[in-house]
């Protein structure tokens, strides 16, 4: 796809792999608003291109959503593509993770996609084109000790991204659901902060920039679901047709 002259909103754009999906397109040319809460982060991104503009909104907010995404209209024109990267990432046992934080989880991750799907995805439908992005995660689609929570939220982001998809198949806009294994960001520093689950401390850990890549591979190829990284689309395959060497495998590395 040609970026030049087109508009892009990227929710997360403060960091990580929102970080890098905005740069990218701005360097192709692309009109890029962040949506974020991490004002200092946004401005971080924004130094890098003029193309690139900061929207500070919380997603998990349906008003503030549907106000940015009516200024971003007004501001830059219609949108292009849209990149859900906003997540928070606690983790620890469900009984022992306050409730408060488990809702949050579902109230930014799950909510916050349900926000800005409906806030803008109507508009690129009735054009009849654009990309939909939504960052899954391989604990969307792999349940894993420790990390609850989290996994629940991101199951929910993968099941209602796959039936927006099919919804609007013939809209003419793209769709990709991807789900990275551990990727190198400040994402993890939340995990850090409560518990890291043995089974995330893998060796081989991606960068963002390899897993826009991919989803702009997933994208030309017209593949719903991306799996960057070497093995995730057979992890994939083996939770679902035997989900019970993955509790096996889960419940010896964490030694419970
Ligand atoms: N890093 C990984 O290992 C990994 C692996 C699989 C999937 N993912 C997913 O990829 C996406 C990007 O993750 P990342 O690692 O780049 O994270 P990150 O922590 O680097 O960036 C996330 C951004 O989301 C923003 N955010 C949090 N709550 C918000 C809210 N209420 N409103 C608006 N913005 C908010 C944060 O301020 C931050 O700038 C997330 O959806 C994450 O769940 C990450």
């Known amino acids: 796809m040609a970026f030049h002259g087109k508009v892009a909103v990227i929710t997360g754009g403060g960091s990580g792999m929102g970080r890098s999906a905005a740069q990218a397109l701005a360097a192709k040319g692309a009109d890029v608003a ?34 940015a995404v009516a200024a971003v209209e007004s501001d830059l024109g219609p949108i292009d593509r849209v990149a859900n990267a906003a997540a928070i990432m606690p983790f620890g046992k469900l009984l022992e993770q306050a409730a408060d934080v488990q809702i949050k989880l579902m109230q930014i991750n799950y909510n916050g996609l349900v926000n800005v799907a409906t806030a803008a995805l109507p508009g690129m439908v009735e054009r009849g084109k654009g990309d939909f992005i939504s960052f899954s995660s391989m604990s969307g689609v792999i349940p894993g000790l420790l990390m609850g929570g989290y996994c629940a939220s991101k199951a929910a982001v993968s099941m209602y991204t796959d039936i927006l998809y099919h919804e609007n198949r013939n809209s003419g806009v793209r769709f990709v659901c991807v789900c990275p294994p551990p990727v190198a960001t400040p994402l993890w520093k939340q995990a850090k902060d409560t518990v890291v689950p ?11 920039e390899e897993v826009i890549e991919a989803i702009e591979a997933s994208l030309e190829k017209g593949e719903f679901l991306c799996f960057p990284g070497k093995g995730t689309k057979v992890g994939y395959w083996i939770s679902r047709l035997m989900p019970g060497r993955i509790w096996e495998h889960s419940h010896k590395t964490e030694g419970f």
């Not at 962040?34 to 929207?55: C, H, K, Q």
């Not at 043995?198 to 963002?208: G, M, R």
Request: aromatic share 4%; glycine share 2%.
């Open 34 to 67: 962040l949506f974020d809460v991490n004002e200092a982060g946004m401005a971080e991104t924004a130094a890098s291109s003029a193309n690139i503009r900061p929207y500070t909104v919380d997603i998990s907010n349906t008003e503030a959503v549907q106000a």
């Open 198 to 208: 043995k089974i995330t401390q893998v060796e081989n850990v991606l960068s963002p």
